[in-house]
């Protein structure tokens, strides 16, 4: 292994520390994939998460000047192929090696910066949110599982999308109490935090299952060596939704709703045996 080997390898790792550290779930979903989807999925998660940190935790920094240098080392990584970033060092690489688009990243990084200055959105900000937060960010993982086969992408693009809105429209449900203490964000359009009601929250569960059930259609058909994985998220997700769903609006208002460890084993297990069996 000569020298720029062991540095990509190393940049690499640190995407990986980051992914375990930061997700647990994430990171057990990534163990199920085929070990040659698991550092680039890794580089991208990587990436996506350090920009969220910059919107979301830095309270203390200048986080318009963080994200406009994140944004700008972002590009300069991709055009010259290297950064002394280890995060967008392995990001590059996956962007290059698996075509990932411009417009994927341009639509990310915007919807982070939305994230400094908008407090309360309609529908139309609303949906290029979750488009440049959640449902770019399948895309991206779906250039990684499909390796090059464009006529596979098109016809999973729908799917990926709708399962990156889903997770986004949940996590937006289980947080709207520390996104309203802690941020002053409402996302979903026309709710009033204060006036959370169960209509409200019916509401937005109907868009989260119609997005499910799209979602769950293309996860049938992902390529060998990513379906487990990604069914494992998806089973995370529709429990934690059974279990958000259940609650009455004011206590979704009051409390996080979370899963289990001892339920994310036993789902861990479930899932492998339907995926085992082929049914899905």
């Given at each position: 292994?000569?020298?720029?080997?062991?540095?990509?390898?190393?940049?690499?790792?640190?995407?990986?520390?980051?992914?375990?550290?930061?997700?647990t779930s994430f990171s057990l979903g990534i163990r199920l994939f085929h070990k040659r989807f698991r550092a680039p999925i890794c580089g991208i998660y990587g990436f996506v998460?350090?920009?969220?940190?910059?919107?979301?935790?830095?309270?203390?920094?200048?986080?318009?000047?963080?994200?406009?240098?994140?944004?700008?080392?972002?590009?300069?990584?991709?055009?010259?192929?290297?950064?002394?970033?280890?995060?967008?060092?392995?990001?590059?690489?996956?962007?290059?090696?698996?075509?990932?688009?411009?417009?994927?990243?341009?639509?990310?990084?915007?919807?982070?910066?939305?994230?400094?200055?908008?407090?309360?959105?309609?529908?139309?900000?609303?949906?290029?949110?979750?488009?440049?937060?959640?449902?770019?960010?399948?895309?991206?993982?779906?250039?990684?599982?499909?390796?090059?086969?464009?006529?596979?992408?098109?016809?999973?693009?729908?799917?990926?999308?709708?399962?990156?809105?889903?997770?986004?429209?949940?996590?937006?449900?289980?947080?709207?109490?520390?996104?309203?203490?802690?941020?002053?964000?409402?996302?979903?359009?026309?709710?009033?935090?204060?006036?959370?009601?169960?209509?409200?929250?019916?509401?937005?569960?109907?868009?989260?299952?119609?997005?499910?059930?799209?979602?769950?259609?293309?996860?049938?058909?992902?390529?060998?060596?990513?379906?487990?994985?990604?069914?494992?998220?998806?089973?995370?997700?529709?429990?934690?939704?059974?279990?958000?769903?259940?609650?009455?609006?004011?206590?979704?208002?009051?409390?996080?709703?979370?899963?289990?460890?001892?339920?994310?084993?036993?789902?861990?297990?479930?899932?492998?045996?339907?995926?085992?069996?082929?049914?899905?």
């Amino acid at each position: 292994m000569n020298h720029v080997d062991l540095y990509d390898r190393t940049c690499s790792e640190c995407s990986s520390l980051i992914t375990r550290r930061y997700s647990t779930s994430f990171s057990l979903g990534i163990r199920l994939f085929h070990k040659r989807f698991r550092a680039p999925i890794c580089g991208i998660y990587g990436f996506v998460r350090f920009a969220d940190e910059i919107v979301d935790t830095f309270h203390d920094y200048p986080k318009q000047q963080l994200l406009d240098r994140f944004r700008e080392d972002t590009y300069r990584a991709i055009e010259e192929r290297i950064s002394l970033n280890p995060v967008l060092h392995a990001f590059q690489q996956v962007v290059h090696q698996y075509r990932i688009e411009r417009e994927l990243i341009d639509a990310f990084l915007q919807s982070m910066e939305t994230d400094l200055y908008e407090n309360t959105f309609d529908k139309a900000a609303y949906d290029a949110y979750i488009y440049g937060s959640a449902e770019v960010v399948g895309l991206m993982c779906l250039r990684v599982f499909c390796e090059g086969d464009t006529e596979k992408f098109e016809s999973l693009r729908d799917p990926a999308r709708r399962l990156g809105a889903a997770f986004q429209k949940i996590n937006f449900l289980r947080d709207i109490k520390s996104d309203y203490d802690d941020r002053g964000r409402v996302y979903f359009p026309e709710v009033d935090f204060n006036n959370f009601d169960n209509s409200a929250k019916a509401h937005i569960e109907a868009d989260i299952q119609a997005d499910f059930d799209a979602a769950l259609e293309g996860i049938r058909r992902l390529p060998p060596g990513t379906r487990l994985g990604v069914y494992l998220a998806y089973k995370y997700y529709t429990q934690l939704f059974a279990k958000i769903k259940n609650a009455q609006a004011h206590h979704i208002a009051q409390r996080r709703f979370r899963v289990s460890d001892k339920r994310k084993f036993y789902l861990l297990c479930s899932s492998a045996l339907r995926h085992r069996f082929d049914f899905l």
